[in-house]
């Protein structure tokens, strides 16, 4: 099956900084990934569309200055949360579509800790 | 505003017993999917079924979608503990977007 990586794994910050996630389709390209947040206990909520050289499509309410998203090429997208909070604090998943339409395959995810 | 509501929220039961988790709408779907998550890692796809009245069997699980594409159910037979965990299913509105809408979840625990 597709793989989909995420970095880091889990990352603790302080209040004020900019925390930068990685997420990268390993043997395919996608010109579309997902990102989402899950607080625990919850299903996944979708913040917004990454599109492949062009602006990121964000969801109603999702602040698109505090989650910055880029999507520099076929294989890597990134989330940056800038001036993290502790609400902020999260796990953050990436997901991607490889080939057929409507099925998506996820990364590990990230869990930060905004302290 | 949820679009998918799965059923039960939790569910724990003994190995050897059997399940059934209920994911409905009021929308209609092109495909839907289903999800196992464990605990601090992402979802894995279990299956996809795009056809209403599509029933697709993968071991000792059944999933069926419904004949409206507006719902979709999952039958563990025989659970085991490995069985546990975030069970989420997710419907595309349409064939042409990737978008996916997450059900609710299922959280399933099952004891030896």
């Known amino acids: 099956g597709a793989v989909v990586s995420q970095h880091p794994s889990w990352v603790i910050c302080k209040s004020g900084t900019s925390v930068k996630i990685e997420c990268r389709s390993l043997?395919?390209?996608?010109?579309?990934m997902f990102w989402y947040r899950q607080f625990p206990k919850q299903s996944l909520m979708l913040m917004a569309t990454?599109?492949?050289?062009?602006?990121?499509?964000?969801e109603q309410g999702v602040e698109k200055d505090k989650f910055l998203i880029n999507h520099a090429s076929l294989t890597l997208s990134t989330l940056t949360v800038t001036s993290a909070h502790p609400e902020d604090s999260s796990f953050y998943i990436c997901?991607?579509?490889?080939?057929?339409?409507?099925?998506?395959?996820f990364g590990p995810g990230t869990r930060l800790t905004v302290l | 505003t949820q679009l998918l509501e799965q059923s039960p929220q939790f569910l724990s039961i003994q190995e050897g017993e059997n399940l059934t988790v209920y994911c409905n709408s009021s929308?209609?779907?092109?495909?839907l999917q289903w999800y196992r998550q464990e605990p601090g890692e992402g979802p894995v796809l279990l299956v996809t079924?795009?056809?209403?009245?599509e029933v697709k069997k993968l071991k000792r699980l059944t999933f069926q979608f419904g004949d409206a594409r507006k719902d979709s159910s999952l039958h563990i037979t025989a659970a085991q503990p490995g069985d546990t965990g975030l069970y989420l299913c997710?419907?595309?509105?349409?064939?042409?977007?990737?978008?996916?809408?997450f059900g609710t979840g299922t959280r399933l625990q099952v004891f030896p």
């Open positions: 990454s599109n492949e050289g062009s602006k990121a499509t964000y």
């Open positions: 079924v795009v056809t209403g009245g």
């Open positions: 043997d395919f390209q996608a010109t579309t």
């Open positions: 929308s209609v779907f092109s495909s």
């Open positions: 997901s991607a579509p490889p080939e057929r339409y409507n099925e998506q395959f």
């Open positions: 997710a419907g595309a509105r349409s064939y042409n977007t990737d978008k996916l809408i």
